[in-house]
Nanobody, 114 residues
Framework: QVQLVESGGGLVQAGGSLRLSCAAS????????MGWYRQGPGNERDLVAV??????NYADSVKGRFTISRDNAKNTVYLQMNSLKSEDTAVYYC?????????WGRGTQVTVSS
């Protein structure tokens, strides 16, 4: 069983920064890709960033502003979000694929006020 717990969301003014954390537990390995997704009001859940043994990838809308990183010793993945915009407002979810199964956290709300 894999569990993911996100933290670090909140209310921030436009131009500000937040760092999200996702702690993973269970049978996971550093080779398992982990990612952040987000779902804004009335929108579908979209990929924000992913990190794997092959490197990192970002949605075009966050390139240059967000950075995904991982601490394998702590089984934790981070999302540093800078220069936040109102359109970044969403529930942010952590996700991991283990042995073909995708797991999700419960999400953390990020609200950017303009």
């Amino acid at each position: 069983q894999v569990q993911l717990v996100e933290s670090g969301g909140g209310l921030v003014q436009a131009g500000g920064s937040l760092r999200l954390s996702c702690a993973a537990s269970g049978s996971i390995f550093s080779s398992n890709a982990m990612g952040w997704y987000r779902q804004g009001p009335g929108n579908e859940r979209d990929l924000v960033a992913v990190i794997s043994s092959l490197g990192t990838n970002y949605a075009d809308s966050v390139k240059g502003r967000f950075t995904i990183s991982r601490d394998n010793a702590k089984n934790t993945v981070y999302l540093q979000m800078n220069s936040l915009k109102s359109e970044d407002t969403a529930v942010y979810y952590c996700s991991i694929v283990v042995r073909g199964l995708r797991y999700w956290g419960r999400g953390t709300q990020v609200t950017v006020s303009s």
